[in-house]
Every structure is written in structure tokens, then in C-alpha cells.
């Protein structure tokens, strides 16, 4: 798999549920960002977690690192409709310079009202 | 909060012709970046820029694609001469002073080539 993998690619639930997206990647990484886009509009960013972190929440959202397994997940508490979206996870590679960041394919939310 | 502003927000351009698509990244910011999305597919890396000059491109970025800041303000990329492939979101974003912190992205530029 490449680096910067979402799963599931597409995942529905109902509004009021948790819904829980994963990622991992394959290279040794300086931090990784998690970003929602709104279709056909751009790139929101979420949260940044770094390497010597573990986990991290922001409002409704909790992201945890597991640096040994090169994963990360991000949960969305108590969805509503407007977190319909698509997720991506990002690394930012160690060692990178003036990098950007590497994205996966995302993870496509429905939430169902 | 203050945000990476892109124009235009929508192009469309005949096959051949040359597109600048234009980004005013946040102001006190230092390293800047492309990015495209082809329709329903990753956000792929284009190129990075720092000290006025390209840190790091990507196999996408070949001859066709140049990028200059012209000015203080902003960041342009110009694609000399399109192709159909070429048709895609495009992110322009840009990240503070300290590696490793927030890259903030604009709300893209989308370039259909007909």
C-alpha cells in the first residue's frame, strides 16, 4: 500500500453515532495531519499530531498515533450531517525539508440523517 | 484566522494555451507548495518552494509546469501548454516558519482543459 492509506474508503452511519476512520503509512514520519474536504472544495485542516505524541482530540475529534505499527485513526464523536465529507490523513516525512505532505485516498463519510 | 486565497477559483482553457493560476499564501509564511486532485483521486504533490527556489518536485512536475513568486505576496504556477490530463483541482498552501508545523491549504483552482 502506499503511503498515506485510509480505511475504510467509504464508510455510512447514522447521525449521532461514532464514526472512525484509520490510516497508516509506510516511512518514518515527523508528524501526521488529518484534513476534510467538502466536495469539490478544498482542504480543511483538522488536527496535527506529532511523531512523539499519542493522542490528541479537538472538540469532537480524537486522533491517536501508533508510531510502532505506522498508524493513526481519527473518531468523530456524535456525527452530524455536516461532518458528510471526505478525510484524509497526511504524513509529513521525517527528515523532509521543505516537503509537502503525502496524502492517502481518503476516507468518504456519510452520515445519515 | 488568516487563510492561503486562491484565483481563479474556475478555469477553462483549449488544449495548448498557457494557464498561471494564482495563490497569496498566509503572509508570514515561508514555504510554499502545489498540489493537484484529478477528479475523485488523491491530492497528489506537486512541488515545494522555499528561499525563492524549488525545494523538492514531483515526477508530475516536468518542463510544462513553472512556479514564481513574483513579488512579496504572491506564488503563481504556469503550465505552458495543456493537456487534457492536466484538468484537475489545484491547491496552492503554504506552512509557517518551523518545519514540521500546519500546512493551510486554499480552496483550490479548478482547470478544465478542453
Known amino acids: 500500500s502506499q503511503q498515506g492509506e485510509e480505511d475504510p474508503q467509504a464508510l455510512s452511519i447514522q447521525e449521532g453515532e461514532n464514526a472512525t476512520m484509520n490510516c497508516s503509512y509506510k516511512t518514518s514520519i515527523n508528524n501526521l495531519q488529518w484534513y476534510r474536504q467538502n466536495s469539490g472544495r478544498g482542504l480543511v485542516h483538522l488536527i496535527l499530531i506529532r511523531s512523539n505524541e499519542r493522542e490528541k482530540h479537538s472538540g469532537r475529534l480524537r486522533v491517536t498515533l501508533d508510531t510502532s505499527k505506522k498508524s493513526s485513526s481519527l473518531l468523530i464523536t456524535a456525527s452530524r450531517a455536516a461532518d458528510t465529507a471526505s478525510y484524509f490523513c497526511a504524513t509529513d516525512r521525517l527528515g523532509g525539508g521543505a516537503d509537502g505532505l503525502t496524502f492517502g485516498k481518503g476516507t468518504h463519510l456519510i452520515i445519515q440523517p | 484566522e488568516p487563510e492561503v486565497t486562491q484565483t481563479p477559483s474556475h478555469q477553462v482553457t483549449q488544449m495548448g494555451q498557457e494557464v498561471i493560476l494564482r495563490c497569496v499564501p498566509i503572509?508570514?509564511?515561508?514555504?510554499f507548495y502545489w498540489y493537484r486532485q484529478i477528479l475523485g483521486q488523491k491530492v497528489e504533490f506537486l512541488v515545494s518552494?522555499?528561499?525563492?527556489?524549488?525545494?523538492?518536485k514531483s515526477e508530475i512536475f516536468d518542463d510544462q509546469f513553472s512556479v514564481e513568486r513574483p513579488d512579496g505576496s504572491n506564488f503563481t504556477l504556469k503550465i505552458r501548454s495543456t493537456k487534457l490530463e492536466d484538468s484537475a483541482m489545484y491547491f496552492c498552501?503554504?506552512?509557517?516558519?518551523?518545519?514540521?508545523?500546519?500546512?493551510?491549504f486554499g480552496e483550490g483552482s479548478w482547470l478544465t482543459v478542453v
Open positions: 498552501a503554504s506552512r509557517g516558519t518551523a518545519r514540521g508545523n500546519t500546512i493551510y
Open positions: 503572509s508570514n509564511h515561508l514555504y
Open positions: 518552494f522555499y528561499n525563492n527556489e524549488i525545494s523538492e
